[in-house]
Structure formats: structure tokens, C-alpha cells
């Protein structure tokens, strides 16, 4: 990866594709006034340089508020509060510039998998899987072919993908080394702030740190996790097992949607490989699964089974 070198016009960007009154963090600074004051933007970028160059940032920048917001009226049981961590508007609009960097680096060199739809520019989301699903169907439907399939559901994949892995795979994708070692040092310093109902709950000394999984509400966050799942697609791309829609074409393995995964072979004992193959990978980097549902059409009958792990 080319080395980053920030301009304010890469902030104004940054400020651009940002929304206007999103909930701020610690800085209390929403985006609007970043887009008026245009002139703040040639000192952000030279701030922005200095923090990437000397790889470090004040913690400030770094120290999130999780917001707990009670989903039903049951609010003893701390499992029905859905947190929501904002983050300082400053830290998020470095993040913008160098996720546009890294996603510049990503595309340039074909990194990405086409199997994973979550952070793909210019995809349609879930209608690319649903309409390769439907494809898939209806081959096994009219040729009477065999399939089996596998629903994969990791177990909060967000909160628990170490933080020694994102650091690895920003070193097998070969990121600059200047931001690998500028955001190893932000992870470490990653940390939040409990608040509940307006008030805080945790002391300004007391910031709870993250030790485990990706920073909420960083405009890095999505494409550094699919970065994550990355290696998986290649080790199942690899295999030489999955469904064939006809003779000499390519083999769909997999669909992944950020981290809902999605298994295809032509027999079960393909997709059992294939099924080896996740649990391994998932395993070294100590993810869960919770919850495995494998369907086998053959032609003669349906089978389904759903399995907790």
C-alpha cells in the first residue's frame, strides 16, 4: 500500500459523506460544523499527518460513550439493553479517510473476496446473494442435481474477533505499515463510557477498556471486519469443493454477508469438508458459532437439520 499522506481535501471528503447531527462522542462536535468551517480543514489534515506520523492519539479520541437503551420494558435483566457507543466526531473522520484508503488499496489489488457482499462498493447488499441463491435453486429444481447447503451464525463475531488477528490482517494485506502501527496503537487504546438514561455510569477515570472485538460506530470498523473474514473465503475458494452451476464454470463455494455465512457443495461429504474448513479457521482465531442449520436436497427428498455449537 502506498504510503497516506492527508490533504484537507481528503477531510473535506471525509466531512462530506458524513452525516449532519449524528450523536457525537466526548467532543460533543457534530459534523455540520466541520462542513461550515472549511477552513478547519487544512489544520485537520496537518493534526491528522502529525498523529499518523507519530503513531499515537490522545485518549480522548479514542474513549467512546456506549449508550444502553432498553429494548422492552423488562429493564432488570442487563441482556435486554441494546448498547450504542458514539464516538468523537474527530477520531471518526480520521478513520473515514484512512478506511478510503485502505479500501482504495483493497480494490486496486483485488484483495476482497466477490463472495463477501457487506462492504463491497457499488454491490446491492443482499440481492446479490439472494438472487445467487435463487439461481442455485432453480439449476437443482430443473436438473434434478444434488446440493447441500449450510447456514453459519457466529456468535456476537463483532464483540469477539481478537484484537492480535485485526492487527494480523492488516499485515498479511500488506497496509502501510506507518497506519498498521498508527491503529495498533489506537486498539490498545480503545475504551468506553456506561451511560444510562442521559447519566454516565462509569467514572471519567474508570474508562471500561475493549479488549475484544471491533470499535462500534468506527467508520472503520466494517471493512477492517470483513478484512478479518477474508482468509476464510480463500481457504474455501481453495478447497475445489462447492455447487458447479454448469460443466467447466466456476464453483460457488460461499456467500458471506459481513458475518452471516452461507455453505454450498454438491454432496454432504464436500460440505463437510467445507464445514471442517470454517470450524478450523474459526477455532484459531477463537470465534463461537451459534447456531448451524444444514439442508441436503437430493433427489430423492429434503433434509434439514439445525445444530447449535
Known sequence: ??????????????????????????????????????????????????????????????????????????????????????????????????????????????????????????????????????????????????????????????????HTWLKRVLELYKVDCTVRDFLGQCVGQWSTILCHLGERMTAAENHIRIRRGIFQGDCLSPIWFCLSLNPLSTLLEGSGRGFQLRRGGTKVTHIFYMDDLKLFASSRSHLVELLNITCDFSNSIEWSWGRISVRSSMSKGVGLLTLRA
Not at 4 to 33: C, F, M
Not at 115 to 126: E, H, I, K, L, M
Request: net charge positive.
Open 1 to 162: 500500500m502506498d504510503p497516506v499522506i492527508i490533504t484537507p481535501d481528503d477531510v473535506a471528503e471525509a466531512v462530506r459523506r458524513a452525516p449532519n447531527w449524528k450523536s457525537p462522542g466526548l467532543d460533543g462536535l457534530h459534523h455540520y460544523w466541520l462542513k461550515g468551517f472549511v477552513v478547519c480543514h487544512a489544520v485537520l489534515a496537518r493534526q491528522f499527518q502529525e498523529a499518523l506520523d507519530q503513531k499515537s492519539l490522545p485518549s480522548l479520541f479514542t474513549t467512546g460513550i456506549t449508550h444502553l437503551v432498553p429494548k422492552d420494558r423488562d429493564t432488570i435483566d442487563t441482556s435486554k439493553y441494546r448498547p450504542i457507543t458514539c464516538l468523537p466526531t474527530i477520531y471518526k473522520t480520521l478513520t473515514s479517510i484512512l478506511s478510503a484508503r485502505i479500501t482504495r488499496h483493497l480494490n486496486s489489488n483485488q484483495v476482497m473476496s466477490r463472495a463477501q457482499n457487506g462492504c463491497r462498493g457499488g454491490g446491492r447488499g443482499t440481492k446479490e446473494p439472494l438472487l445467487i441463491d435463487a439461481v442455485i435453486g432453480k439449476v437443482v429444481k430443473r436438473n434434478r442435481r444434488n446440493l447441500s447447503a449450510a447456514w453459519i451464525d457466529y456468535k456476537k463475531a463483532f464483540d469477539s474477533v481478537p
